[in-house]
């Protein structure tokens, strides 16, 4: 099953059966994302007690991981394998090139309750995606339409408790990689560092101290609000000064 956007990504997993789970594959641009969903399906499962065996794409990783898998766990428990950078370690060992046996270059063919987690910077190629067997949840990750990204960081920001003031999400905008994933990240950072009676109204102050404490101007941004007349963007910039990288003689030259 091919998942439109991270939050049906999230319903997915919430609907997992432990004791026959599905194969889920993150590909696309934004390998930051990838952290967050690892931490969905770990919460999803934590009830059963899974066996959890990560690999980070080092050489031999696949080879190890492909063992992994088709090894019949002694207890019965859940498993929860977890690969990344697929494209370097795994994609060639699944290739229909490849001198396996052809009943290990089908993951559809693992024991029960074992549920894969597999990172893929790129576009999988057809045959890797067939090789994850027929229950597959798969979401591809894409840096976020500009006329889309303010919308999505609210939408991020309702769903962790979080409400911005339109400046300072004005500056989330201005200064975050239009990724899920980055966006996502620096949230959690405003959770983790802001008092919960600053969670539902916050500044740019908040911002700046939390996400951009030595951010100075970008005078391209500040000459170009001043001309067209966008005042939020020229306080968003004015206040970034940083006096020792900023000069207003510089300011004044570019005017």
């Known amino acids: 099953m091919d998942v439109k956007d991270i939050k049906q990504l999230y319903q997915a997993i919430g ?36 066996e959890i065996t990560s690999f980070g794409g080092e050489p031999g990783d696949g080879e190890r991981f492909l063992e992994e898998i088709f090894n019949i766990p002694l207890f019965g428990s859940m498993r929860l394998l977890v690969f990344r950078h697929a494209e370097q370690y795994l994609a060639g060992i699944l290739s229909k090139d490849s001198k396996r046996d052809a009943y290990q270059s089908n993951l559809g063919n693992r024991p029960d309750a074992t549920l894969l987690l597999i990172q893929y910077s790129g576009a999988p190629s057809k045959g890797f995606i067939k090789s994850l067997g027929s ?21 991020l920001a309702h ?31 405003l959770k983790d560092q802001l008092a919960s009676d600053k969670r539902k109204n916050i500044s740019l102050a908040d911002v700046r101290d939390v996400l951009f404490p030595r951010v100075g101007w970008n005078l391209f941004r500040l000459v170009d609000s001043l001309f067209i007349g966008d005042l939020m963007a020229y306080r968003s910039e004015i206040m970034s000064y940083n006096a020792s990288t900023d000069s207003f003689l510089s300011l004044l030259s570019q005017i």
């Open 135 to 155: 229950d597959l949840i798969h979401y591809v990750s894409r840096d976020i339409y500009a006329e889309k990204l303010e919308s999505t960081i609210e939408q």
């Open 15 to 50: 609907k997992i059966d432990p004791q026959s789970p599905p194969s889920i594959l993150v590909s696309g641009t934004d390998d930051s994302i990838f952290d967050s969903v690892l931490e969905k399906v770990e919460a999803r499962i934590a009830s059963v007690g899974p």
């Open 159 to 189: 769903t962790m408790g979080l409400v911005l003031q339109e400046d300072a999400l004005h500056e989330l905008k201005e200064r975050t990689p239009p990724r899920t994933g980055a966006i996502q990240n620096n949230l959690q950072r």
